[in-house]
């Protein structure tokens, strides 16, 4: 009941969020006293199947004019709210939370390309 409730409120307030769709990357340690990451989606490990599909999907992604578009355009407007059109801290503030996106996509993107099974 309680994950439940969590997933519709969650559902409800960011519509499109799919929480079982988030990358979560934990590390263990086996008995011998390594450390083994693991990559999750959700609160489930990644197979070996569906990471390489990601890392697949990340290599086609980074070659693809749309991701430019996507980063530029972001950084454009990042600019613009940060220094051009800037009348208070809340504009630098929004200009700096539109890098700090690009970053955790780019960090995203790394996480899947470095990950292992």
Not at 3 to 32: A, C, D
Not at 71 to 84: G, L, P
């Amino acid at each position: 009941m309680k994950e439940w409730l969590k997933n519709w409120f969650i559902s409800t307030i960011y519509q499109g969020m799919n929480p079982k769709e988030v990358l979560h990357v934990t590390e263990t340690r086996l008995p011998n006293g390594a450390a083994k990451k693991m990559v999750l989606l959700g609160n489930q490990e990644i197979t070996s199947g569906e990471l390489q599909a990601l890392k697949e999907e990340v290599m086609y992604f980074e070659n693809t004019r749309l991701k430019d578009v996507f980063f530029n355009t972001v950084r454009e407007k990042s600019i613009e709210s940060a220094f051009v059109k800037s009348t208070s801290y809340e504009d630098v503030k929004t200009g700096k939370l539109m890098v700090v996106n690009l970053d955790i996509l780019e960090r995203i993107m790394k996480t899947i390309k470095d990950a292992r099974v």
